[in-house]
């Protein structure tokens, strides 16, 4: 099955600096990249999503790359606020006409300092 | 629209006890999820749904999780009996098609099994 690893687990960051995320995918079939948001005592929230045909996409400060060679895709913030701060989740879904499942990584604890 | 609703928020139970988790979908969402969330942990697929009928639950403990989903809307995960390992987060998380990537995830139901 798919295997998802995030780095790094946590990460420190000045407000206005940029913050990278980073994740590996093993399964070659794998073809939509998702990222979430999880604020305390709440559900994962999509942010910015990305599929294998394309290799970056943004939405405001907000960007996503996706090397499919290397099997790597990053999440990338620009001008950091504090409201930025919360876990974020990497993920990469499979579909081969059976079941489609995301499978996540283990998540990365963002800190935003004003 | 409305989102996914999960309830109960919060459950404490003592070992070997059982539980039971309520999830309702998205209106017109025909796939569901259930996920389990362990503390600093990324979310861990336990089964899907299509409509009623379970698409995939090769990762739910059987021996002691069961689910459904009747009427292919509404759905409950039960845990019985519940062992210390089990307190997690319990997400719901629900999509419209089988292969359509977008999910939508509830808040969540924190357990914690003393």
């Known amino acids: 099955g798919e295997n998802v690893e995030q780095h790094p687990s946590t990460l420190s960051v000045q407000e206005g600096d940029s913050a990278v995320i980073k994740c590996t995918y093993s399964?070659?079939?794998?073809?939509?990249f998702p990222w979430y948001k999880q604020e305390l005592g709440k559900g994962p929230q999509l942010i910015i999503d990305i599929r294998s045909n394309v290799g970056e996409k943004k939405d405001q400060r907000i960007a996503v790359t996706l090397n499919k060679t290397a099997k790597h895709f990053s999440l990338h913030i620009t001008e950091t606020q504090p409201e930025d701060s919360a876990v974020y989740f990497c993920?990469?879904?499979?579909?081969?006409?059976?079941?489609?499942?995301?499978?996540f990584g283990s998540g990365t604890q963002l800190t935003v300092l004003p | 629209e409305a989102g996914v609703a999960q309830s109960p928020r919060y459950k404490i139970i003592e070992k070997r006890q059982s539980v039971a988790f309520w999830c309702n979908p998205i209106?017109?969402?025909?796939?569901l999820y259930w996920y389990q969330q362990i503390l600093g942990q990324g979310p861990k697929l336990l089964i899907q749904?299509?409509?009623?009928?379970?698409?995939?639950d090769s990762q739910l403990p059987k021996d002691r999780f069961s689910a459904e989903r009747l009427k292919g809307v509404d759905s409950t995960l039960k845990i019985q009996p519940a062992k210390l390992e089990d307190s997690a987060v319990y997400l719901c998380?629900?999509?419209?098609?089988?292969?359509?990537?977008?999910?939508?995830f509830g808040s969540g139901t924190r357990l914690t099994v003393v």
């Open positions: 998380a629900s999509s419209f098609a089988r292969q359509e990537y977008g999910y939508t």
């Open positions: 749904f299509q409509n009623n009928g379970v698409v995939d």
């Open positions: 993920a990469a879904s499979s579909s081969s006409g059976s079941a489609r499942q995301l499978t």
């Open positions: 209106s017109g969402h025909a796939t």
């Open positions: 399964d070659s079939a794998s073809n939509y």
